[in-house]
């Protein structure tokens, strides 16, 4: 059965600093991996979309990889803002469905 | 503007009613989707349709019915047989489904609170 973790659970760094984000899964048969945000009280928006035969995604300051042989994405954000602060989320598609991990809250403070 | 759209925002239910939540997309999307978000859970998937009548259960389809009678609305039941429907729903479509291409867009979300 397909498990999605991410770590950390929270993160709150200064306004300014890169930053990583981790999800790993444990069946590597995936189609794909999605990056999703979502603030308090909304839906989701997704961010980024990695096929499963490619190694990473780059939107703006987001960027983030797939290793599917060690069942590994990272998401990498640049130069975090206030305005950066939500929880993320990361899902891989099983079949016609997305898996999803809980997610990391981040906090960006100015 | 193209998008899914969900109502109502807001969603009270007293105990022992059904009740139905709407989620209309306007993407021409084949593929609707139904998840259920708890607090400090993942979403988990409820029901899915891959194509006008037809649909299938996800995860925890128990308490819930849906239809898919046109291709831009596949409206979520919750029955009173769901035990603990407190929860914040999203619906998502996609173009297709399965794939590597396969990317999901959500709508705003509906909270249900029982009452």
């Known amino acids: 059965k397909q498990e999605v973790t991410q770590i950390p659970a929270a993160l709150s760094v200064p306004e300014g600093e890169n930053l990583v984000l981790n999800c790993s899964f444990t069946?590597?048969?995936?189609?794909?991996l999605q990056w999703f945000r979502q603030d308090p009280g909304k839906g989701l928006t997704s961010l980024l979309l990695?096929?499963?035969?490619?190694r990473e995604q780059t939107s703006g300051r987001l960027n983030a990889s797939l290793d599917k042989s060690s069942g590994r994405s990272t998401l990498y954000i640049a130069a975090s803002q206030p305005g950066d602060s939500a929880t993320y989320l990361c899902?891989?598609?099983?079949?016609?469905?997305?898996?999803f991990g809980k997610g990391t809250t981040l906090s960006v403070s100015s | 503007d193209g998008g899914i759209t969900q109502s109502p925002k807001y969603l009270f239910r007293k105990e022992g009613q059904n009740v139905t939540l709407s989620c209309e997309q306007n993407?021409?999307?084949?593929?609707m989707y139904w998840y259920r978000q708890d607090p400090g859970q993942g979403l988990r998937l409820i029901y899915y349709?891959?194509?006008?009548?037809?649909?299938q259960k996800g995860d925890i389809a128990e308490g819930y019915s849906v239809s898919r009678e046109k291709k831009e609305s596949f409206p979520l039941t919750v029955t009173s047989a769901q035990k603990n429907p407190t929860a914040f729903y999203l619906c998502?479509?996609?173009?297709?489904?399965?794939?590597?291409?396969?990317?999901?867009?959500f709508g705003p979300g509906t909270r249900l609170t029982v009452l």
């Open positions: 998502a479509s996609s173009s297709r489904s399965g794939g590597e291409n396969n990317e999901q867009f």
């Open positions: 069946d590597s048969a995936i189609y794909n």
């Open positions: 990695i096929q499963s035969s490619q």
């Open positions: 899902a891989v598609a099983r079949g016609t469905a997305l898996i």
């Open positions: 993407l021409n999307h084949d593929a």
């Open positions: 349709s891959q194509i006008v009548n037809d649909f």
